[in-house]
């Protein structure tokens, strides 16, 4: 199956920033939406930001004016750039990807990350 691998969390203080970095592991056909969620210990997994394959943003509320999620379609990559990190942002943080694998029959499949661990401390 398609993989997706996450790097670029770590620990912070609060105020810092970090940027996270999520690429396919194999060549697919395309990709239709790419995202960041995150869960923090005895919470949901909630959705931090999304970009479409023609680059339309979306944002939960907590993140927006502070974290910019972008892509690179050729890479089959998208990042998260998150500024004025709070102890609130600590969580891990998934990668999702929309594809078809093959052409343009092939089914839509979602595709997650094993997650990257950020954590925002003094």
């Known amino acids: 199956q398609v993989q997706l691998v996450e790097s670029g969390g770590g620990l912070v203080q609060p105020g810092g920033s970090l940027r996270l970095s999520c690429a396919a592991s194999e060549s697919i056909f395309s990709i239709n939406t790419m995202g960041w969620y995150r869960q923090a210990p005895g919470k949901q997994r909630e959705l931090v930001a999304t970009i479409t394959s023609d680059g339309y943003n979306n944002y939960a509320d907590s993140a927006k004016g502070r974290f910019t999620i972008s892509r690179d379609n050729a890479k089959n990559t998208v990042y998260l750039q998150m500024n004025s990190l709070t102890p609130e942002d600590t969580a891990v943080y998934y990668c999702?990807?929309?594809?078809?694998?093959?052409?343009?029959?092939?089914?839509?499949?979602?595709?997650w990350g094993q997650g990257t661990q950020v954590t925002v401390s003094s």
């Open positions: 999702k990807a929309v594809v078809r694998r093959f052409s343009t029959t092939s089914a839509l499949r979602i595709y």
